[in-house]
């Protein structure tokens, strides 16, 4: 390892402890490592100003662009109060029997967070369904675990969160793994519920939650032609309606994004422009848009401008901090894959970590809690360096990179006690967050092996 390898790994030790001390926080450390990369590659300052500052920060555009739309339609899932109106709903349905109110509030807040993210709809949604979990016998931990592995869910399900995977692997790559991503951490959740939750019945719950969704899409044509007419009516009304008068219809809301994805990707195919193709990203935000307006046309359609308008602008200051890391990211990223850079990287990484995908795959199994605590696998931290460094190297394909940080991603969205919402949930429930880390872990473990073992299978 030479003098520049020896400086470069000093510097990313010294800020990952700054990192996980909170001494540093992420949205500084990212362009401090880009600088710190430029700097001992010798990187010249004018290729630094260019490439790294000014590059770095416009590098990942589409994923900030993805996710600003994705905050404005949570914004205004929120602002209509369908988000509210689904738990209540299932808490309606799932009578007094514990689990049938475990799967029915797990599946709302599934289907709440596929279409909205961040902590103050977790407060919201956690505001409801925790006291009702614990209120038929649940414990708060399991109540706790339930909901974390509902907003996992919903968020493995939610296009807006893989911005940071479109950014740095592309959207081919990450995208490639959405739907597994979901059918994993649905099946672990799944699995959880019958292993912890005791009780029996639900049958008929179940049943009568099908029936309310199946009649929620059948009355969509009578809903939209009584919002159309209601953008001509005289009679004065609030700006949001009473959340028990929202159609069926408005409930779908949520996957309305999802459902207009996969339509424009089975008509034109998502590809290069040039080709007459879709990008699909271009399409998420085709989606979020669509899904807005039939939202609040649904609820409120004399409001709807207003509604837009004020859910745009919250919904940019709920993510400021992440666009801000986005440019972090960004920055990072176009330092490590510099010609410069490449040089003192490729032998520095090619002496710590395998070079061959099943050594790289057994690596990221046994060291996936180094996600955990702002760690080295963190995506929302240095995580996101390596995975630009190891994308720059390009001795393992982006595809198979891309898998591997999306399963130690579960840990960290699932297990970190260092997130906000594990925080509030733990304050909320009484709980130590280092008690849910326990319990939740090895089931977030699991979902990370498997999705280890999908992305070798197909390789």
């Known amino acids: 390892m030479t003098f520049s390898g020896i400086l470069l790994l000093a510097g990313f030790i010294i800020f990952a402890t700054l990192m996980v001390m909170r001494l540093l926080p992420t949205l500084l450390a990212l362009p401090l490592m880009a600088a710190w990369i430029a700097f001992v590659a010798g990187m010249p300052f004018v290729s630094w100003l260019n490439d790294v500052l000014l590059g770095g920060a416009l ?156 009649s929620g899409i059948l009355s969509l044509p009578v809903c939209l032609l009584q919002a159309l007419a209601g953008i001509f009516h005289s009679r004065p009304t609030g700006l949001i309606r009473k959340k028990k008068e929202l159609p069926g219809a408005a409930l779908i809301a949520p996957v309305l994004p999802l459902a207009i994805i996969i339509t424009l990707r089975l008509i034109k195919g998502f590809g290069l422009p040039l080709m007459n193709q879709i990008d699909p990203v271009a399409a998420a935000l085709f989606g979020f848009i669509m899904a807005s307006l039939y939202a609040t046309l649904i609820v409120c359609p004399r409001k709807t401008v207003n509604v837009l308008t004020g859910a745009f602008v919250e919904g940019i200051q709920d993510i400021a901090g992440v666009l801000f890391l986005f440019i972090g990211i960004g920055m990072l990223v176009a330092a490590a894959i510099h010609p410069a850079s490449v040089a003192i990287l490729q032998p520095l990484i090619r002496s710590i970590l395998p070079s061959s995908l099943n050594g790289l795959l057994l690596f990221f199994a046994v060291f996936a809690p180094a996600a955990l605590y702002r760690g080295p696998l963190n995506m929302y931290g240095m995580g996101a360096g390596i995975a630009a460094i190891l994308t720059g190297l390009k001795f393992i394909s982006p595809i198979a990179l891309c898998g591997m940080f999306i399963a130690v991603g579960y840990l960290q969205g699932l297990a970190d006690p260092t997130n906000s919402h594990n925080s509030w949930i733990g304050g909320y429930t009484g709980v130590d967050t280092d008690i849910i880390l326990k319990k939740i872990l090895p089931y977030a473990w699991a979902m990370c092996l498997l999705m280890l073992l999908y992305v070798k299978l197909m390789q």
């Open 59 to 214: 590098r990942l555009a589409s994923p900030i662009a993805l996710v600003i739309f994705g905050a404005m339609f949570a914004r205004v899932i929120q602002k209509t109060g369908i988000s509210d109106s689904i738990i209540k709903k299932a808490a309606e349905l799932s009578g007094d029997q514990p689990v049938s109110i475990a799967f029915l509030l797990t599946a709302a807040t599934v289907f709440v967070f596929s279409g909205m993210s961040g902590l103050g709809p977790v407060i919201m949604i956690g505001s409801i369904t925790l006291p009702i979990m614990t209120g038929v016998g649940i414990s708060p931990v399991d109540a706790a675990a339930l909901f974390l592995l509902g907003i996992c869910t919903g968020g493995m399900a939610n296009i807006a969160g893989y911005g940071t995977y479109i950014g740095i692997f592309g959207s081919e790559a990450a995208l490639q793994y959405y739907l597994p991503a979901v059918a994993i951490s649905a099946l672990v959740t799944c699995f959880y519920i019958v292993k912890n939750i005791s009780g029996g019945g639900g049958n008929n719950n179940l049943c009568d939650a099908m029936k309310v969704i199946l």
